[in-house]
Protein backbone atom coordinates (compact mmCIF):
# COMPACT_ATOMS: atom_id res chain seq x y z
CA UNK A 1 0.00 0.00 0.00
CA UNK A 2 1.16 3.43 -1.09
CA UNK A 3 0.31 7.05 0.38
CA UNK A 4 -0.54 9.58 -1.77
CA UNK A 5 0.83 13.18 -0.73
CA UNK A 6 -1.53 15.58 -0.68
CA UNK A 7 -0.20 17.47 -3.77
CA UNK A 8 -0.98 14.84 -5.90
CA UNK A 9 -4.61 14.43 -4.47
CA UNK A 10 -5.31 17.69 -5.13
CA UNK A 11 -4.07 17.00 -9.11
CA UNK A 12 -6.42 14.72 -10.05
CA UNK A 13 -9.31 16.96 -8.44
CA UNK A 14 -8.06 19.82 -10.11
CA UNK A 15 -7.99 17.99 -13.57
CA UNK A 16 -11.60 15.79 -13.14
CA UNK A 17 -13.96 17.91 -15.29
CA UNK A 18 -17.68 17.34 -16.00
CA UNK A 19 -21.32 17.58 -14.98
CA UNK A 20 -23.87 16.01 -13.12
CA UNK A 21 -26.27 17.34 -14.84
CA UNK A 22 -26.40 15.03 -17.25
CA UNK A 23 -26.91 12.26 -14.42
CA UNK A 24 -29.35 14.20 -12.76
CA UNK A 25 -31.38 14.60 -15.91
CA UNK A 26 -31.71 10.82 -16.19
CA UNK A 27 -32.62 10.39 -12.43
CA UNK A 28 -35.86 13.06 -13.37
CA UNK A 29 -36.43 11.07 -16.08
CA UNK A 30 -36.50 8.18 -14.44
CA UNK A 31 -38.38 9.02 -11.72
CA UNK A 32 -41.12 10.57 -13.90
CA UNK A 33 -41.18 6.89 -15.92
CA UNK A 34 -42.12 5.76 -12.65
CA UNK A 35 -44.04 8.19 -11.97
CA UNK A 36 -45.93 8.00 -15.16
CA UNK A 37 -46.40 4.18 -14.59
CA UNK A 38 -47.95 3.96 -11.34
CA UNK A 39 -50.30 6.43 -11.93
CA UNK A 40 -51.75 4.14 -15.18
CA UNK A 41 -51.48 1.18 -12.94
CA UNK A 42 -53.63 2.92 -10.25
CA UNK A 43 -56.35 4.15 -12.85
CA UNK A 44 -56.04 0.83 -14.34
CA UNK A 45 -57.27 -0.83 -11.08
CA UNK A 46 -59.50 1.52 -10.12
CA UNK A 47 -61.53 0.95 -13.72
CA UNK A 48 -61.39 -2.34 -13.38
CA UNK A 49 -63.03 -2.26 -9.66
CA UNK A 50 -65.23 -0.01 -10.69
CA UNK A 51 -66.48 -2.47 -13.43
CA UNK A 52 -66.52 -5.04 -10.64
CA UNK A 53 -68.74 -3.25 -9.09
CA UNK A 54 -71.37 -2.42 -11.71
CA UNK A 55 -70.90 -6.11 -12.65
CA UNK A 56 -72.59 -7.56 -8.84
CA UNK A 57 -75.12 -4.45 -9.10
CA UNK A 58 -75.84 -5.72 -12.81
CA UNK A 59 -76.42 -9.58 -11.55
CA UNK A 60 -78.54 -8.59 -8.53
CA UNK A 61 -80.58 -6.29 -10.91
CA UNK A 62 -80.22 -9.33 -13.24
CA UNK A 63 -81.56 -11.78 -10.36
CA UNK A 64 -84.30 -9.25 -8.97
CA UNK A 65 -86.07 -10.28 -12.07
CA UNK A 66 -87.24 -13.68 -11.20
CA UNK A 67 -91.03 -14.39 -11.67
CA UNK A 68 -92.85 -16.49 -9.30
CA UNK A 69 -93.89 -19.89 -10.61
CA UNK A 70 -96.43 -22.02 -8.44
CA UNK A 71 -96.10 -26.08 -8.82
CA UNK A 72 -97.15 -29.18 -6.76
CA UNK A 73 -98.15 -26.38 -4.28
CA UNK A 74 -94.86 -25.07 -3.97
CA UNK A 75 -93.57 -21.53 -4.61
CA UNK A 76 -90.23 -21.36 -6.62
CA UNK A 77 -88.54 -17.95 -8.10
CA UNK A 78 -87.48 -18.66 -11.87
CA UNK A 79 -85.19 -16.54 -14.31
CA UNK A 80 -85.21 -16.63 -17.58
CA UNK A 81 -82.32 -15.47 -20.20
CA UNK A 82 -84.28 -12.12 -21.26
CA UNK A 83 -85.36 -11.11 -18.04
CA UNK A 84 -82.14 -11.27 -16.60
CA UNK A 85 -80.67 -9.35 -19.60
CA UNK A 86 -83.35 -6.42 -19.56
CA UNK A 87 -82.52 -6.19 -15.96
CA UNK A 88 -79.12 -5.88 -16.21
CA UNK A 89 -79.17 -3.62 -19.33
CA UNK A 90 -81.86 -1.40 -17.90
CA UNK A 91 -79.10 -1.01 -14.81
CA UNK A 92 -75.67 -0.91 -16.83
CA UNK A 93 -78.04 2.07 -18.89
CA UNK A 94 -78.81 4.27 -16.16
CA UNK A 95 -75.67 5.06 -14.82
CA UNK A 96 -73.13 7.22 -16.37
CA UNK A 97 -69.89 5.19 -18.40
CA UNK A 98 -68.76 3.28 -21.31
CA UNK A 99 -69.76 0.27 -19.65
CA UNK A 100 -71.86 -2.31 -21.70
CA UNK A 101 -73.59 -5.82 -21.05
CA UNK A 102 -71.86 -8.66 -23.03
CA UNK A 103 -73.59 -11.33 -21.56
CA UNK A 104 -76.21 -11.95 -19.27
CA UNK A 105 -77.96 -15.46 -19.40
CA UNK A 106 -78.98 -17.64 -16.12
CA UNK A 107 -77.25 -20.62 -16.44
CA UNK A 108 -79.54 -22.96 -13.97
CA UNK A 109 -82.68 -21.11 -13.61
CA UNK A 110 -82.08 -19.34 -10.59
CA UNK A 111 -78.65 -17.53 -11.09
CA UNK A 112 -78.30 -14.79 -13.47
CA UNK A 113 -75.00 -14.33 -14.46
CA UNK A 114 -73.92 -10.86 -15.94
CA UNK A 115 -70.55 -10.05 -18.05
CA UNK A 116 -70.03 -5.98 -18.34
CA UNK A 117 -67.35 -4.88 -21.12
CA UNK A 118 -65.65 -1.67 -21.41
CA UNK A 119 -62.28 0.54 -22.52
CA UNK A 120 -59.92 1.75 -20.17
CA UNK A 121 -57.55 4.56 -21.45
CA UNK A 122 -54.40 5.82 -19.90
CA UNK A 123 -54.73 8.78 -18.09
CA UNK A 124 -51.46 10.53 -19.29
CA UNK A 125 -50.04 10.01 -22.71
CA UNK A 126 -52.75 8.06 -23.58
CA UNK A 127 -51.09 9.13 -27.60
CA UNK A 128 -49.17 5.20 -26.92
CA UNK A 129 -52.40 3.31 -25.84
CA UNK A 130 -54.57 4.80 -28.27
CA UNK A 131 -57.59 1.76 -29.02
CA UNK A 132 -57.26 1.26 -24.92
CA UNK A 133 -57.71 -1.86 -23.28
CA UNK A 134 -60.44 -4.35 -23.10
CA UNK A 135 -61.82 -4.42 -19.31
CA UNK A 136 -64.06 -7.41 -18.79
CA UNK A 137 -65.85 -8.65 -14.98
CA UNK A 138 -68.23 -11.64 -14.75
CA UNK A 139 -70.77 -11.62 -11.68
CA UNK A 140 -73.13 -14.18 -10.65
CA UNK A 141 -76.15 -13.28 -8.39
CA UNK A 142 -78.37 -16.05 -7.48
CA UNK A 143 -82.08 -15.46 -5.92
CA UNK A 144 -83.75 -17.81 -3.53
CA UNK A 145 -86.99 -18.01 -1.15
CA UNK A 146 -87.22 -19.04 2.00
Do not use: N
Not at 55 to 75: R, Y
Amino acid sequence: MSARSPAVGRAVCEREEGSVLLLTLGYVLLALAVIFVCVCATDLYIAQKRLDALADAAALAGADGFTLVVSDGSVRAELTDPVVEEQAAALVGALPGEASVAAAITPDGVSARVTLATEWHPPLLSAFVPEGLPLESTATSRTALR
